[in-house]
């Protein structure tokens, strides 16, 4: 009777344990995915990067009723190997993926053929495909305008309102700027820097950085701090300690003084960089001290310099 009853309770403790280990493996497999989902969906702490949305299928604007498939949008992209560009759309700012071929009508806003590599990135087109997707027209919009040698530009990302002297407009959330054909965001715009924009209207649809900026450090200016520089012919500032200015790409003669002390240098500032511009060959030179200990006889004798009578019991 014992030895039953030892079978038995043996023999529930393995269903137990079987038990238990099913629900184990279970769990930690709920556990594991749960976990894997989370970081697929989810940005890192931290990282300042986040995935670029995927470009759309073209197909998609497709309506069912019309034998071609319409947009107008914003040039951003020229795949030449595997003849395909890409337009942000500028009614909706989605962006969409556009096969071309070599048979594709591809025209300027002044009617004039052109090739695919001489598209303006940033440049507003028409654009007719077939129910497969493939552009048979890109054409520059008659309506889009476009400004160039535009500087000195404000910017106002509350209101997305550009001023350029008396000129107000506006721009969209999804208005695609540029700099050497990459993808930057407008904060990085200041006002030295040399722009295109082009829109349609009241609103601007691309802004393309042609000339950029970077920036000059001063060293060895203590002997100029309160007088002013000049950088070209345009800009001027007064000068101060560990001074740090941002400037136009180019070359530049970059001028400082301050009362009769001046010195001017030759800068080439770069796009992006820091240029360092030292003074201190034009530092005023120290006025030169010394002292003389004179030994006198008789003791009490009277000596005088440049007719000055001095007392030389001390350095003179």
């Avoid at 073209?58 to 949008?73: P, Y």
């Avoid at 962006?95 to 300027?108: A, F, K, L, M, W």
């Avoid at 309506?143 to 535009?150: D, K, L, Q, Y």
């Avoid at 040399?194 to 970077?214: A, F, N, P």
């Amino acid at each position: 009777m014992k030895n039953t009853i030892n079978k038995n309770i043996l023999s529930v403790t393995r269903r137990i344990s079987a038990v238990l280990l099913i629900l184990c493996m279970v769990l930690s497999q709920t556990a594991c995915s749960g976990k894997s989902k989370k970081s697929g969906s989810e940005k890192v702490p931290g990282s300042s990067i986040t995935p670029a949305m995927k470009a759309k299928d073209v197909t998609e604007l497709s309506d069912n009723k019309s034998s071609d498939i319409n947009l107008k949008g914003i040039f951003t992209k020229l795949d030449k190997n595997n003849y395909k560009m890409y337009f942000v759309d500028i009614n909706t700012g989605t962006e969409y993926e556009v096969p071309y071929s070599g048979g594709t009508d591809i025209q300027s806003s002044y009617d004039k053929v052109i090739p695919a590599s001489l598209m303006s990135v940033g440049g507003i087109y028409e654009v007719t495909c077939a129910k497969n997707g493939k552009a048979t027209k890109i054409h520059g919009s008659k309506e889009a305008w476009s400004r160039t040698g535009v500087s000195d530009i404000v910017i106002d990302e509350n209101s997305r309102k550009i001023s350029i002297g008396s000129s107000n407009m506006v721009y969209e959330s999804f208005t695609v700027v540029t700099s050497a054909d990459e993808r930057i965001n407008i904060a990085q715009i200041v006002s030295q820097d040399e722009l295109t924009i082009r829109g349609i209207g009241e609103k601007v649809y691309s802004i393309s950085v042609d000339k950029g900026h970077g920036y000059i450090k001063f060293t060895g200016i203590d002997s100029f701090i309160g007088g002013y520089a000049s950088v070209g012919s345009n800009q001027l500032y007064g000068i101060t300690k560990d001074m740090l200015i941002t400037a136009k790409e180019g070359t530049y003669s970059v001028s400082v003084r301050n009362g009769s002390l001046e010195g001017t240098k030759t800068v080439t500032v770069t796009k992006d960089a820091e240029t360092t511009v030292d003074f201190e060959e034009y530092t005023t030179a120290p006025t030169k001290m010394g002292a003389v200990k004179f030994s006198v006889t008789p003791e009490n004798a009277v000596m005088t310099i440049d007719g000055t009578e001095v007392d030389y019991s001390k350095p003179v």
